[in-house]
């Protein structure tokens, strides 16, 4: 099976056909006090780092956008509109836009995973002369392929496993970059403190030379100029990006006078940020990049006196919270930017422990630079895989082989996820008329809330076969009314309704019939539905309601009961 014909298998449905797009909005307050109703504000710079986020009182939230872990969230505004996100519990932020599905066909996972591959696409159509946002009739009319959901299951399982393995080696090279600050502190104390007692010198002692850097034409390629690393090659993690280094003209005699050496620290010393002022890098000769590299005009070298210190344990000083609030004194203002004053910065004091003992740290520097070497080509390794699954993956190629090999069971499992939403209704009700004291019934609003049940308690890798939206009586979902239609049709249950419509019951129409269509229904979603019935289901409307709004607090955003409340009690 060609890659091209098995795109062409799946059904294609526009993307606002098959999914809901709605556009975060602007809160008109926060609090400051974290409790269990607070509600995380899901902006850009949180979901990136997962750090403090702004609260909002759930309280609040009545005219805002609320998101949960199966959403994908799509940065709207902004230099990075386009870029996805996991979803999270929170409020949707006003530069954030909420991608749910709304079509059984489609899995949320599967939706992520293929908004991720369309990220590029639009980031490049993002429309604005000063703040880019993306276009909704892009995002509205993006194609999306719908395989039948057990081709879905498998693309998801394949990308969520290569997904984990490069979060793992990103995460070892994140510890690998936590050790050394840490071993560093423990080897010589808070410099603030200096609880060891080291002596101490002016900067400008310990080093052999500072210098500024230098300016030169830029040239376009390499035979006509050489290598100059500027304050934009020097990221905040301390090291050296040289995926974008810059070629200049400049005379053969200032090559050798500002070519720069290994265990050379960089020094930006120009910006217009408060993050990005004073930062620090150690120059390490790349493998891969022959030449020398020189530095620019608003970087300065420092290279430090042999003897005095190595080059390791003054970037890590220079790099230390008690070096970085210094800096806060060290500089001016003018025009916009932050410069530091050399004269001042040279002049504050560094710590000056045995030589020996800063060699000893030196040499476990260096022996952790080779594991992040080897860190790194991982991550980079298994980046290209990832990228490479994921463009295979919506195109059928993933799984084409997989598909052809087993297409009478794909076929036979597509058949059962289209009963499943039916079955579990049916196996909830009987089993509650199972357990029942007094009657055989149950209340459509009661039932509402234990399909909700076993979906947030139940298997943790079982898909959504419901959309619950926050509403008058918590979770609530009007595609459970759709099958409750269906069920009555085919003579399976019996729908006593009521005026009032939280009071409508439904009762099996055929219990040996119902028994006999849930044989098929798998073990795990049997013990699910027994213990969600087991432990919610002797309670009142209102117990029930309460208990929900305890444990899932984000589904009594238009609570009526809550309301009651908490206008009796003013």
């Known amino acids: ?60 939230t009545d005219a805002l956008i609320l998101a949960n872990e199966a959403d994908t969230l799509i940065l709207w505004d902004g230099a990075n509109a386009g870029e996805i996100f996991r979803g999270q519990f929170g409020v949707v932020a006003s530069t954030m836009a909420r991608v749910r599905p709304v079509d059984r066909r489609l899995l949320s996972d599967f939706l992520f995973y293929w908004l991720a591959v369309n990220s590029s696409r639009l980031r490049e159509t993002a429309a604005g002369s000063t703040v880019p946002h993306v276009r909704a009739k892009v995002v509205d009319e993006l194609q999306v392929p719908l395989p039948p959901l057990p081709v879905q299951e498998r693309i998801v399982e394949i990308l969520q496993k290569a997904d984990e393995i490069r979060q793992k080696r990103k995460q070892a090279l994140e510890l690998v970059d936590k050790i050394l600050p840490a071993l560093f502190m423990e080897m010589f104390g808070d410099p603030a403190t200096n609880p060891k007692g080291w002596p101490m010198m002016q900067l400008r002692e310990v080093l052999e030379s500072w210098d500024s850097g230098v300016w030169g034409e830029r040239a376009s390629n390499k035979t006509e100029g050489v290598y100059v690393l500027r304050s934009t090659n020097m990221p905040l993690d301390g090291r050296i990006d040289f995926s974008d280094v810059a070629l200049i003209k400049v005379d053969a005699s200032k090559i050798a006078r500002f070519s720069l050496h290994d265990g050379d620290i960089l020094l930006n010393r120009s910006s217009g940020s408060l993050e990005h002022i004073g930062k620090v890098s150690l120059f390490r000769q790349p493998k891969y990049l022959d030449g020398p590299f020189l530095f620019s005009n608003f970087v300065h070298r420092l290279r430090a006196k042999k003897g005095v210190v190595t080059s390791e344990y003054l970037f890590h000083y220079l790099r230390s919270d008690f070096a970085r609030i210094n800096l806060q004194q060290l500089h001016a203002t003018s025009s916009g930017l932050r410069n530091l004053q050399m004269s001042d910065y040279l002049s504050q004091p560094v710590l000056v422990p045995p030589i020996a003992l800063q060699e000893y740290f030196s040499n476990i520097v260096a022996a952790a630079e080779t594991t992040r070497s080897y860190c790194e080509t991982a ?23 997989w598909e052809a090999a087993n297409a009478e069971w794909i076929a036979a499992q ?65 595609e459970l009314y759709a099958d409750l239609e269906r069920l009555e049709q085919d003579n399976l249950i019996v729908v006593d309704r009521e005026s009032a419509e939280e009071k409508t019951r439904i009762r099996l129409a055929d219990p040996a019939k119902a028994e006999q269509m849930l044989a098929e229904l798998p073990d795990d979603f049997k013990e699910d539905i027994a213990a969600v019935i087991e432990t919610y289901g002797d309670l009142e409307h209102n117990a029930l309601l309460e208990t929900i709004y305890a444990k899932y607090p984000a589904y009594a955003q238009k609570s009526r009961l809550r309301r009651r409340k908490s206008s009796k009690s003013q």
Request: include cysteine; charged fraction near 25%; hydrophobic fraction near 45%.
């Open 1 to 60: 099976m060609t890659e091209k014909r098995n795109r062409s298998a799946w059904p294609m449905r526009r993307l606002r056909e098959v999914a809901e797009v709605v556009k975060g909005k602007k809160p008109v307050r926060f609090v400051t006090k974290r409790s269990g109703t607070a509600v995380p504000y899901l902006e850009a710079s949180f979901l990136r780092t997962q750090t403090e986020s702004q609260l909002i009182a759930l309280s609040d």
């Open 379 to 401: 991550v980079h390794d298994h980046e290209c895989l990832f990228s490479s699954l994921l463009s295979r993956a919506f195109t059928g190629a993933l799984t084409a082989e």
């Open 414 to 478: 597509q058949a059962f996820y289209e009963r499943l939403p039916q079955l579990l209704i049916l196996a909830l009700i009987a089993e509650r008329a199972k357990r029942a004291r007094r009657a055989a019934e149950v209340l459509v609003t009661a039932l509402m809330k234990y399909v909700f049940l076993v979906q947030m308690e139940g298997n943790a890798s079982r898909r959504r076969l419901y959309h619950f939206v926050p509403y008058h009586y918590g979770p609530f979902t009007k």
